[in-house]
């Protein structure tokens, strides 16, 4: 009966998710089939609480709305968060009635220590005083066995605190993982797009950003004829540069294959171009060499757009601004840093280049 009511209550919520996506004509890919069918259960309050918020405004959700609440409320990001979240209050719970039991344990043996004080008094009071010393032996030994008991369970939340602080680290080691590049060591397309999420809430409360998107110029035939080792070498020098002309609250991301991303908090578009230029000049200044052989490759170069936050912006609105800068970039020769207020910018686009 139980498999029969689950089949009907989740086809039921399939056939709500599918309604959803034909009237607000989403493409029906998993994740968005994802999202509103976690609409259609009510499980998530906070997802259905702020797409109904959405909808009071707006009949129609867009893309960008979609894309935005579902990094919001469903995404694996955020979904590490609260279990980082609940695993940190569960331990803090745990050191907190270890205390607890701690002060107990204390009060227990002080009581003990003075009911063996009563009754060594009681036993030279005459018969009444012995059998009161009975009644205080008995209570201590009672008091006692429960301070035993006391001790054992604090070793037993102790124990109980060292492991869920052992999952606590391994769920960090985890999530850095999960959100880095294995081969550069910068953040990966995951943990650009919670960064390019996170600085578009800050850019509505007054702190804009700004974005890089950083190309290897002829990466490709560079990795055809050199292979892929040396490509691996290639795409970790570009990463260094990165690193090296980035600030510490900058994010540092490999968007894939050879494009780079760098999210500026704070920054300015002119002051995000001469950061571009900078990297551009320290790519340009490296001699690559081969380490099998020794042998000089000479030099690679990179192209640079460069957008800045617009009241609007998506997350995807941003980087498809700063990357149809980089492919103009592309277009003038390469090697060069083409921001979105660059005229050139601003001539209908043509077809890409590596």
Not at 45 to 70: C, M
Not at 100 to 124: H, M, P
Not at 250 to 268: H, K, N, Q, S, Y
Request: aromatic share 6%.
């Amino acid at each position: 009966m139980s498999g029969a009511s689950d089949f009907d209550r989740t086809i039921a919520f399939c056939e709500a998710a599918i309604q959803r996506l034909r009237v607000h004509r989403h493409p029906a890919y998993p994740r968005n089939y994802e999202f509103w069918y976690t609409y259609a259960t009510g499980y998530n309050a906070a997802l259905n609480r702020a797409v109904n918020e959405t909808l009071d405004r707006d009949p129609s959700i867009s893309e960008a709305d979609l894309d935005l609440l579902y990094e919001t409320y469903l995404s694996p990001l955020r979904l590490s968060e609260r279990v980082d979240h609940v695993g940190s209050r569960i331990l803090t719970e745990i050191a907190e009635v270890a205390d607890v039991l701690k002060d107990a344990r204390k009060s227990s043996d002080d009581y003990a220590a003075t009911l063996q004080r009563v009754s060594a008094e009681a036993d030279r009071l005459g018969p009444v005083g012995q059998a009161l010393g009975e009644l205080a032996r008995g209570l201590r030994d009672t008091t006692e066995r429960m301070v035993d008991r006391t001790r054992e369970l604090e070793r037993q939340l102790a124990a109980s605190h060292d492991e869920m602080q052992e999952l606590h680290n391994t769920l960090e080691v985890i999530r850095a993982e999960s959100l880095t590049d294995p081969l550069t060591g910068l953040a990966n397309r995951k943990f650009l797009q919670g960064a390019l999420e996170q600085n578009l809430i800050e850019a509505t409360r007054g702190q804009r950003f700004s974005l890089l998107i950083i190309d290897i110029d002829h990466f490709k035939a560079f990795n055809d004829n050199y292979g892929h080792l040396t490509g691996d070498q290639v795409l970790r020098l570009v990463a260094l540069a990165l690193k090296q002309n980035a600030k510490n609250e900058d994010v540092t991301a490999r968007f894939g294959g050879e494009e780079f991303a760098i999210v500026l908090p704070d920054t300015p578009l002119s002051a995000a171009a001469a950061i571009g230029e900078r990297i551009r000049r320290a790519v340009m200044a490296k001699d690559l060499v081969k380490r099998s052989t020794g042998e000089h490759l000479g030099r690679i170069t990179v192209s640079v757009g460069v957008a800045t936050w617009r009241r609007g912006d998506s997350a995807q609105s941003i980087l498809d601004r700063a990357d149809s800068c980089m492919y103009v970039a592309k277009r003038c020769g390469r090697n060069l840093v083409v921001a979105e207020d660059d005229a050139r910018a601003m001539e209908p686009a043509a077809a890409r280049v590596a």
